[in-house]
């Protein structure tokens, strides 16, 4: 049984990558998205990237707090495995409106002042309205 990724699953890991520093973290975001959480062999299974990969980019992920994890109580002798999930996609995209307000902020104020002596300061709205 071949499973390849369709166009749409690439299409949202390619928009998932702008957010992220690589193609292979999209591609764990996505299925923890789409699964609703896995363990890391699963996502090894799931996403084909190499196993030392995904551990890698695990261990990244959960600190710079993009995913989550909690630990799975088994009866088997050793350590207990991780379940990861997914931080909502609308907290990924507010972390970076906020980086680039601050990016685009330094770079309108690089000058100093403009010519009120006031800082310019650049703020990226919700367009969509509030909930």
């Given at each position: 049984m071949n499973?390849?990724?369709?166009?749409?699953?690439r299409n949202i890991e390619t928009?998932?990558?702008e957010l992220l520093d690589s193609k292979a973290e999209a591609r764990i975001y996505v299925y923890l998205l789409r699964k609703n959480g896995a363990r890391s062999d699963e996502i090894i299974r799931g996403t084909k990237l190499h196993p030392s990969t995904v551990r890698e980019l695990l261990s990244k992920m959960?600190?710079?707090k993009?995913?989550?994890?909690?630990?799975?109580?088994t009866e088997s002798?050793?350590?207990?495995p991780y379940k990861y999930g997914a931080i909502s996609p609308i907290i990924l995209l507010q972390r970076r409106i906020?980086?680039?307000?601050?990016?685009?902020?330094?770079?309108?104020?690089?000058?100093?002042?403009?010519?009120?002596?006031k800082?310019?300061?650049?703020?990226?709205?919700?367009?969509?309205g509030e909930q």
């Open positions: 499973k390849t990724r369709s166009p749409i699953d928009a998932v990558h959960y600190e710079n993009i995913i989550f994890r909690e630990k799975i109580k002798i050793g350590k207990n906020k980086i680039i307000e601050s990016r685009l902020n330094k770079i309108a104020n690089l000058s100093g002042r403009t010519t009120r002596n800082y310019i300061h650049i703020m990226i709205g919700n367009q969509g």
